[in-house]
């Protein structure tokens, strides 16, 4: 049942013309970050630092930054893309259609997760091979490469997780979207203000950003990436609890 609600969540996607838009836009702006980068590269980042042993490669001045770039693009456009999935059950009405059916409260949240993520993994792939382009005439470091990619993919799972949350707490699809994206940019800026991870370890491990900039880096610790599971586990939990506690009431 829960693969039957992440297939009708992913059609529903795909036939509003919002996630094509997004998939076009996005895929837009990451190419022409990707070109700008390229161009950067090799017009004066190359010639700069050719003959230096320990100078920065091709993976570290393309591959790191354009992660880095759909991180804060998609930062903006996963709130969009969660706003929906249960606040406008509830505004319709299916929601309570749904909860009155025999299928369990976490098959509904996990459905809906999982065919928000798939559509990110889709985005995340298309980020991903733009960099891997570069193997045919340079050379890549693939384990960082793919430690920045597995970075990517994990935040924006994180970013889901969050964002469904957000929706299962209200019926206006925009108070969703503000609230997710208020709590995303909470997370991202947490550690600002502290002066550093040795004095403030707590803060440093909260910060949603900390952990992904280690994995793009090509520092894979377990501790980042059990960051993000238990981060989108929280919130999903949270997710099945809300509605089941609403189940319960009605």
Known sequence: MMLAIAGRELRSLF??????????????????????????????????????????????????????????????VVPLLTMRLISEERRSGTLRLLQSSPVAVWQVVMGKFLAILALLTIMVGVVALMP??????????LGKWLSGALGLWLLV???????????????????????????????????????GAEDAPLVAYLSIIGHFQNLTRGQVALSDVAYY?????????????RLDAERLKS
């Open 132 to 141: 891997l382009s570069l193997q045919i005439g340079t050379q890549l470091d």
């Open 157 to 195: 799972g994180a970013f889901a997780a969050a964002g469904l949350y957000m929706s299962s707490l209200t019926r206006q699809p925009v108070i969703a979207a503000i609230t997710t994206f208020g709590l995303l940019l909470l997370l991202w800026m947490i550690d600002w203000a502290s002066p």
């Open 15 to 76: 036939l509003s013309p919002l996630a094509w838009t997004v998939l076009a836009v996005t895929g837009f702006i990451h190419a022409w970050v990707f070109l700008i980068q390229v161009d950067t590269w090799v017009d004066q980042l190359q010639p700069a630092f050719a003959g230096q042993p320990e100078a920065p490669g091709v993976t570290d001045m393309i591959a790191a930054p354009l992660f880095a770039t759909a991180a804060m693009l998609l930062l903006l």
């Open 229 to 241: 599971l238990l981060f989108m586990g929280l919130f999903l939990g949270l997710a099945m609890h």
